[in-house]
Nanobody, 127 residues
Framework: VQLQAFGGALVQAGGSLRLSCAAS????????MGWFRQGLGNEREFVAA????????HYADSVKGRFTISRDNAKNTVYLQMNSLKVEETAVYYC?????????????????????WGQGTLVTVSS
């Protein structure tokens, strides 16, 4: 199983980025997906999650209204649209996959509860 996140870049505070995560080696539609991030010296923290259908999602309070998670099951890809970025959101962003039996169950916020994670992509927000 491979989860490859990409799209990270250097962006000014207030700017936008769209991250993508391409999954391979698994039946993508049977996995709910999550985005997490880890800043330097910090623990990995939850950002957003989406159910298998793409219709259900959950966000960390700190990103609500600014970030949007979505998925395309035909392309085995999950996305994270990030707007109004803040300097403190500089981090490596990871996507993770969790096998879910039910189509509309949104996965939780604990990164340890996911089955797979991949290489992250670095987002640097400058002031």
């Amino acid at each position: 199983v491979q989860l490859q996140a990409f799209g990270g870049a250097l962006v000014q505070a207030g700017g936008s980025l769209r991250l993508s995560c391409a999954a391979s080696g698994l039946t993508f539609s049977t996995y709910a997906m999550g985005w997490f991030r880890q800043g330097l010296g910090n623990e990995r923290e939850f950002v957003a999650a989406i159910d298998r259908s793409g219709g259900g999602n959950h966000y960390a309070d700190s990103v609500k209204g600014r970030f949007t998670i979505s998925r395309d099951n035909a392309k085995n890809t999950v996305y994270l649209q990030m707007n109004s970025l803040k300097v403190e959101e500089t981090a490596v962003y990871y996507c993770e996959a969790r096998r879910m039996s039910y189509y509309f169950t949104i996965p939780g916020t604990n990164p340890g509860a996911y089955d797979y994670w991949g290489q992250g992509t670095l987002v640097t927000v400058s002031s």
